[in-house]
């Protein structure tokens, strides 16, 4: 099994790689190598990113 790396975008999405996502059934969803999840909420295509954040949303996590 590989590593997965989530990345935190600045006022943006969750950048995740090398992960499989599943639902709430337990059914797996389908993804890319790297996939943008919403973090804000105003995405109409959860749990990715479609971009509604832009302008709308700020977040800047830091270590």
């Given amino acids: 099994m590989s ?3 989530i990345k935190i975008l600045d006022n943006g999405p ?5 992960v499989s996502i599943v639902d709430g059934e ?21 749990p990715f990113c479609n971009g509604s954040h832009k ?4 977040s800047q996590v830091r270590a």
Avoid: H, I, P, W
Wanted: charge should be positive; hydrophobic fraction near 30%; glycine fraction near 10%.
């Fill in 26 to 46: 337990g059914k797996r969803m389908e993804t890319k190598e790297q996939v943008y999840l919403c973090r804000c909420g105003l995405s109409s295509n959860k």
């Fill in 14 to 18: 969750l950048l995740a790689s090398g």
């Fill in 3 to 5: 590593l997965a790396d």
């Fill in 55 to 58: 302008n709308k949303f700020q």
